[in-house]
C-alpha cells in the first residue's frame, strides 16, 4: 500500500510552472497595454499640434485677405473654379522633436463680388490643411492631420 505523500509528488513543480506561466502572460499583456496608453498620448499631442498648424494657416490666410487685399495671396490663391492653388506655409517647430515639423498648407476660394446694396462684397472661404509631412501627402502610421475652413468677408 502507498502512502498519500507518494503519490502527491511532482504537484508543487506542476504548479510553479503554471504559476510562471500565467504570471509571465499577466506582465506581457500589462507591457502591451502600456505600449498602447504611450502611443495614444503620443497621438493625441500630435493632433493638437496638427490643429494648431491648421488654426495659424486659417488665420494667416484671414490676415492676408484683410490686411493685404492686393496682395499675392488674395490675386493668385484665391480664384473661382474647380481647382484651387495651395500656398504651403513654413511653420516654426511646433514639435519637441526636430524631424516632426508641422506645415499648413492654405487654399483660398472666392465668390463674388456679390452686391449688397450699394457695396460689393467678396467672399473667401480659407481652407487649412495641418499635418507633419511634406505636401501634407498622407502616409505612414505616425501621420496626423487637421483641417479647419474660415468664411472671410471683406
Known amino acids: 500500500m502507498r502512502r498519500p505523500l507518494q503519490r502527491a509528488r511532482g504537484f508543487a513543480l506542476i504548479l510553479a510552472l503554471f504559476l510562471i506561466v500565467s504570471l509571465a502572460a499577466v506582465g506581457a499583456y500589462m507591457i502591451t497595454v502600456s505600449n498602447v496608453q504611450v502611443e495614444t498620448g503620443v497621438m493625441d499631442e500630435q493632433g493638437a499640434l496638427a ?61 463674388g463680388p456679390e452686391t449688397e446694396g450699394a457695396t460689393a462684397v467678396n467672399v473667401y472661404r480659407i481652407t487649412a490643411t495641418g499635418c507633419n509631412a511634406a505636401g501634407c501627402a498622407a502616409g505612414g502610421p505616425t501621420y496626423v492631420e487637421r483641417q479647419l475652413q474660415l468664411t472671410v468677408t471683406n
Open 51 to 111: 490643429y494648431q498648424a491648421a488654426r495659424a494657416g486659417v488665420e494667416w490666410g484671414a490676415h492676408q485677405i484683410l490686411q493685404n487685399p492686393g496682395g499675392t495671396f488674395t490675386t493668385t490663391t484665391c480664384v473661382v473654379g474647380p481647382v484651387f492653388p495651395v500656398q504651403d506655409i513654413a511653420l516654426p517647430n511646433l514639435s519637441v522633436v526636430p524631424a516632426n515639423l508641422f506645415r499648413a498648407r492654405v487654399q483660398c476660394q472666392v465668390f
